[in-house]
């Protein structure tokens, strides 16, 4: 009977192990980076990239998630969003972000974006930012 007692013990410690193990990747929108956007921006390649590659200042130990995508239209774009463990570390990086030249970021709810672009149209740039706030918006309120 102690024996059993015991065994129950060990397998209740290492239950929250086994399942840290198992959780499911943090999601991002379905129609995070369209092939098209704004009727201008063409997509070329979107893919995750681990986390321990991010190439912006963002804590490591704060993302769940980080997809990038290159756009080429009137002028070229690379947009990177992070999926971040809570609204207030977004906050926290949008109020302490150094802004650089041709790069602009926000943040809505848990996701941080970053863009990048390269003589962009400055109208077509608005539409493109416009359009990705959106569609991060729409998915805060699912």
């Given amino acids: 009977m102690q024996e059993s007692r015991g065994m129950k013990r060990r397998n209740w410690l290492l239950s929250p192990l086994f399942f840290a193990g198992c959780r499911k990747e943090a999601e991002l929108p379905r129609d995070l980076f369209p092939e098209s956007v ?4 063409r997509r070329g ?9 991010a190439p912006d200042p963002v804590p490591r130990n704060e993302v769940e998630r980080l997809r990038e995508a290159s756009y080429q239209g009137p002028g070229k774009l690379q947009a990177r969003v992070y999926r971040l463990s809570s609204a207030a570390v977004g906050t926290l990086l949008a ?8 790069t602009v970021f926000f943040e809505v709810g848990r996701y941080f974006v ?6 962009a149209d400055r109208k077509a740039l608005q539409e493109f930012l416009y359009d990705l706030e959106n569609r991060l918006t729409a998915a805060t309120k699912r």
């Fill in 114 to 119: 970053v863009v990048k672009w390269q003589a």
């Fill in 95 to 102: 109020q302490r972000w150094r802004p650089s030249a041709d």
């Fill in 38 to 41: 704004a009727g201008s921006w």
């Fill in 45 to 53: 390649e979107v893919h995750d990239l681990p986390v321990s590659e």
